[in-house]
């Protein structure tokens, strides 16, 4: 069992910058991979960012790459998502999730485990 907790969302003009944390608990984390994905109202749910506990496999959403980075705090068991450069498009709430698949993945779906997720409201 993993249990997930996002925080650091916020209201920030287009341009700004906002950190998301996740806090993670559980038993042997560091057989997750775990991710990041984001649902504006009325749309699916959308992956952003992935990584490996080790932080040494990530892959990014193309809409992402370049301005936001996902890192791991292994002693902290916590997950990143540093975003620079928001844009109103990126107004959604930000879930935090883990997966047991060895290989990376993009699918919700495949997904075991998610947090209740934090709101990032970018105002034009």
Not at 26 to 36: D, K
Not at 50 to 71: L, P
């Amino acid at each position: 069992q993993v249990q997930l907790v996002e925080s650091g969302g916020g209201l920030v003009q287009a341009g700004g910058s906002l950190r998301l944390s996740c806090a993670a608990s559980g038993r042997t984390l560091s057989s997750y991979r775990m991710g990041w994905f984001r649902q504006a109202q009325g749309k699916e749910r959308d992956f952003v960012a992935a990584i490996s506990w080790s932080g040494r496999s990530t892959n990014y959403a193309d809409s992402v790459k370049g301005r936001f980075t996902i890192s791991t705090d292994n002693a902290k068991n916590t997950l990143y998502l540093q975003m620079n450069i928001l844009k109103p498009e990126d107004t959604a709430v930000y879930y935090c999730a883990a997966t047991s698949r060895i290989v990376p993945t993009e699918e919700p779906t495949e997904y075991n485990y998610w947090g209740p997720g934090t709101q990032v409201t970018v105002s034009s």
